[in-house]
């Protein structure tokens, strides 16, 4: 099933739990927000934002439920709650609607939040391992990383899928996530900005493997055809080795011989 969409529309219908998603999102980054800059302003000590975002520091301090709950929130850096801010906020959440409702009736409910938080505790814990690399250390929030994971996701079952551009000039999805993927990448490393471009690739990594692998869907890309039979093959294989090995771990041996035998044979009862 393919989707054509138009710039301004959104689904037809929408699943409770993308609804709760949607709303718990929205209400956590504006209230964490608003009790950030409070608490700053008022008794000069750190607010939600730092216990909540993901950052080097916080993990060092044993924050370690950050990676679970800095996609909750919205980081409002210097300028605060304004208009950019907002309206940043609130593009986010529209294409969350419209990949997450789309994703959710394809998926069902398991996959469906499984590739959601894959895409934002894997990415971000990746994040974490290169920040000394890079000597770098940025606090990370926002849903972005888990909106690639679900882009990656939308464009494997929907690769000839179009946008609308100006309601008049249709792409292809797989194009367009190309172009969302290079735009952030080359955004990061013209402000020599590392960690970001090491996030967002994790982010695609972990839902082309999810997809791939666990969903069983063929790459929109033929550059990616043999990357995606070596992988499948790798799998297999490994799936055949551990089942050789559960099966070698539970066969009973003979003291005696050395050779495994079956207790139900009827030989030797």
């Not at 964490?32 to 750190?46: V, Y």
């Not at 929130?73 to 609607?97: H, K, N, P, Q, R």
Request: charged share 15%; net charge negative.
């Amino acid at each position: 099933m393919n989707y054509n969409e138009q710039p301004g529309s959104g689904p037809s219908t929408t699943p409770n739990p993308i609804r709760y998603l949607l709303l718990f999102t929205a209400l956590s980054c504006v209230i964490c927000a608003l009790i950030d800059i409070f608490i700053k302003e008022a008794f000069h000590i750190s607010g939600p934002l730092t216990y909540l975002s993901l950052s080097g520091e916080g993990m060092s301090r044993y924050f370690l439920w950050q990676p679970l709950t800095y996609f909750f929130v919205y980081g409002s850096g210097e300028g605060g709650i304004d208009f950019y801010w907002m309206a940043g906020l609130a593009l986010t959440l529209y294409i969350l609607w419209i990949t997450a409702s789309h994703l959710y009736e394809r998926l069902g409910i398991k996959h469906f939040f499984i590739l959601y938080f894959a895409s934002g505790i894997i990415p971000g814990l990746i994040a974490l391992l290169f920040m000394p690399v890079f000597d770098q250390y940025p606090v990370l929030s926002g849903q972005f990383s888990c909106l690639l994971g679900l882009m990656t996701g939308w464009v494997f079952l929907n690769p000839t899928g179009r946008l609308f551009v100006f309601r008049m000039i249709p792409i292809e999805a797989r194009a367009i996530l190309v172009v969302v993927f290079a735009t952030a990448i080359l955004l990061s490393f013209s402000n020599e900005e590392f960690i970001y471009p090491v996030w967002y690739t994790a982010a695609g990594i972990t839902a082309y493997l999810y997809a791939l692998l666990v969903l069983r869907l063929k790459s929109p890309y033929k550059v990616m055809e043999n990357v995606d039979s070596f992988l499948v093959k790798a799998l297999a294989k490994i799936k055949n080795i551990l089942h050789i090995t559960a099966k070698e771990e539970n066969k009973i041996y003979d003291i005696r011989t050395g050779e495994p035998f079956d207790p139900e044979d009827d030989d030797l009862k």
